[in-house]
């Protein structure tokens, strides 16, 4: 080191250098820290999702636009039977099961009935002798009466005498009285034979009407009685309904009964049936409140019969303002006109894909109630509802349903 004080007072330039080349990195590193930072907040930023509210691409009815009331009720058949014998025994044959197609009059069981099949047997030989009887005591007034007439012509003659006549005369009567006797007796044995073979038809259990079985109610071998009182007797073999005299029955609302009457239409969907809807009438409006329900009870006829409506389904009832077409009974794609929006000079919504949505373009239709007829989406398909103005095609989004 240098002694000179002249030389300590000379700026050393390579120890500056040094420190200054130090504070010019760190300035760098400084910088790029704040870069990166800025970078990754944007692109936070960017991949943040936005919480959106949804509704769905509906399928609807133009039938739903003129709908003044809705209803719901069960498919009831106003023609109804639980068929069983007049007479108690022993089931001994059942032909039908559920579901299967009655005519009027058809045996469909029959009781054990050898007893009053022999009864009928004797009651045809009863009346075959009568008839017998009869033919004999016939033959025997012929001949009286041609014996009486003899006599009759002989004592005017002078012939014969009076007592012989009187004999002939009295005969002849007695033939009379027993050939009445004896068509009393074959009608007599007519009636009996006919009361065997009315209670022998008691025994063969017929469907009263045309119908299809619902429910059978014993089996072979259970007593069937009428009145069902002994232990473990049934009263009813099984249960039949015309199926052509079903209709909808639904409770209305005191307050709602001025909208409907006698022969309105209405549309008649079954929850069996999502997809079908059918044509009804207003058949009758029941003269009587429920005052537990404070409803009264409207029965709704269908216009066309289908096999797969069933007793007691499950139905709703919309009682329409007038008549539909049957343009109003097709399904239309609608959507709520809040979900539409528009860039540029298209027209379309924000489908909802995955995480993301979708600009989706659209044509417009009629209006449908609350609804607007579009295509372009089908049903049940997601659209975005709100906020419509903070989306755009891609924009990352967590969902909120509502319905």
């Not at 004080?5 to 200054?20: E, G, Q």
């Not at 009804?280 to 797969?308: C, E, L, Q, W, Y």
């Not at 995480?355 to 209006?367: L, N, Y």
Request: charged letters at 25%; one cysteine or more; hydrophobic letters at 45%.
């Amino acid at each position: 080191m240098s002694s000179d004080p002249l030389d300590r007072l000379t700026i050393d330039k390579s120890r500056h250098t040094k420190v200054h080349t130090g504070k010019g990195r760190l300035k760098i590193v400084v910088a790029a820290i704040f870069f990166l930072c800025a970078v990754a907040g944007w692109l936070l930023f960017r991949g943040r999702a936005i919480s959106i509210e949804t509704t769905s691409v509906n399928q609807v009815y133009p039938t739903q636009s003129f709908t003044l009331l809705n209803a719901s009720g069960y498919v009831v058949a106003q023609r109804k039977a639980a068929v069983a014998a007049k007479t108690t025994g022993r089931l001994e044959w059942l032909g039908v099961e559920e579901g299967s197609l009655v005519t009027s009059g058809q045996v469909i069981a029959r009781l054990e009935n050898k007893d009053l099949q022999a009864l009928l047997h004797q009651g045809e030989a009863v009346l075959q002798n009568s008839r017998a009887v009869l033919e004999q005591t016939k033959a025997d007034l012929a001949d009286a009466g041609q014996s009486f007439a003899r006599q009759k012509t002989l004592l005017a003659q002078g012939v014969v005498s009076q007592a012989d006549f009187d004999a002939a005369e009295a005969r002849y009567k007695r033939s009379v009285a027993l050939v009445n006797g004896s068509e009393a007796g074959v009608r007599v044995s007519s009636a009996a034979l006919q009361g065997a073979s009315v209670n022998l038809d008691y025994s063969l259990i017929r469907a009263p009407f045309d119908g299809v079985v619902l429910t059978k109610n014993a089996d072979v071998g259970d007593i069937i009685t009428p009145l069902g009182a002994a232990a473990n007797a049934k009263a009813a073999v099984v249960t039949i309904a015309d199926l052509n005299s079903l209709q909808v029955e639904a409770d209305v609302s005191e307050s709602n009964l001025g909208q409907v009457k006698k022969g309105q239409p209405c549309e008649i969907t079954l929850d069996a049936l999502p997809g079908v809807r059918f044509r009804g009438v207003i058949h009758t409006v029941v003269p009587t409140a429920d005052r537990a329900k404070a409803s009264v009870m409207v029965k709704v006829r269908f216009v066309d019969t289908d096999s797969r409506i069933l007793p007691e389904m499950s139905a709703k009832v919309a009682f329409l303002e007038h008549e539909a077409t049957k343009g109003d009974q097709q399904p239309r794609i609608a959507v709520n006109p809040a979900a539409i929006v528009k860039s540029g000079d298209r027209e379309g919504v924000y489908l909802v894909r995955d995480e993301t949505v979708v600009f989706t373009a659209i044509t417009r239709g009629g209006k449908l109630g609350d609804m607007i007829e579009v295509s372009g989406v089908k049903s049940g398909d997601k659209v975005a509802l709100k906020p419509l103005d903070k989306l755009k095609n891609g924009t990352k989004v967590v969902l909120t349903e509502k319905k």
